[in-house]
C-alpha cells in the first residue's frame, strides 16, 4: 500500500521552474513505479512523466520532453518532477501516481496506475 502526497506547485511566469515532490508513504515505495500526470480544467488527465522502481528508466510525454525531469530518492520515498522552460499550456493540476504492479515497462495511461496523490496546482503566466 502506498499514500502519496504531492507539493511544490505554484505561480510562475513562463520560461520559469518549479520542482515538485511526492511524498510516498508505505513499504512498498521502493519498489514500485512512479508517475507523473497533469490534467487542466474540462481536459482528460494526460501522462507527463514515469520513472521505474530504482530510477534507473524513465520515459516522458512528448510535450515535456526536454524540459521536465523525473528522478526519485528511495531513501527519502520521494519521488521529483523538475519543470524548467514552463509554458502556459503546462497549467494544471499534477498528480503523483504509483504503479503497483511489477512491470518491466513504464505505464503512461491513468488506469494501469494503483495509486493517487491528491494534486498540486500548476500556474504559468504568459
Known amino acids: 500500500q502506498v499514500q502519496l502526497v504531492e507539493s511544490g506547485g505554484g505561480l510562475v511566469q513562463a520560461g520559469g521552474s518549479l520542482r515538485l515532490s511526492c511524498a510516498a508513504s508505505?513499504?512498498?515505495?521502493?519498489?514500485?513505479?512512479m508517475g507523473w500526470f497533469r490534467q487542466a480544467p474540462g481536459k482528460e488527465r494526460e501522462f507527463v512523466a514515469a520513472?521505474?522502481?530504482?530510477?534507473?528508466?524513465?520515459y516522458y510525454a512528448d510535450s515535456v520532453k526536454g524540459r521536465f525531469t523525473i528522478s526519485r530518492d528511495n531513501a527519502k520515498n520521494t519521488v521529483y518532477l523538475q519543470m524548467n522552460s514552463l509554458k502556459p499550456e503546462d497549467t494544471a493540476v499534477y498528480y503523483c501516481?504509483?504503479?503497483?504492479?511489477?512491470?518491466?515497462?513504464?505505464?503512461?495511461?491513468?488506469?494501469?496506475?494503483?495509486?493517487w496523490g491528491q494534486g498540486t496546482q500548476v500556474t504559468v503566466s504568459s
Open positions: 501516481a504509483a504503479d503497483g504492479t511489477p512491470s518491466l515497462r513504464l505505464h503512461t495511461t491513468t488506469t494501469e496506475y494503483d495509486y
Open positions: 508505505g513499504r512498498t515505495f521502493s519498489s514500485t513505479a
Open positions: 520513472v521505474n522502481w530504482n530510477g534507473g528508466r524513465t
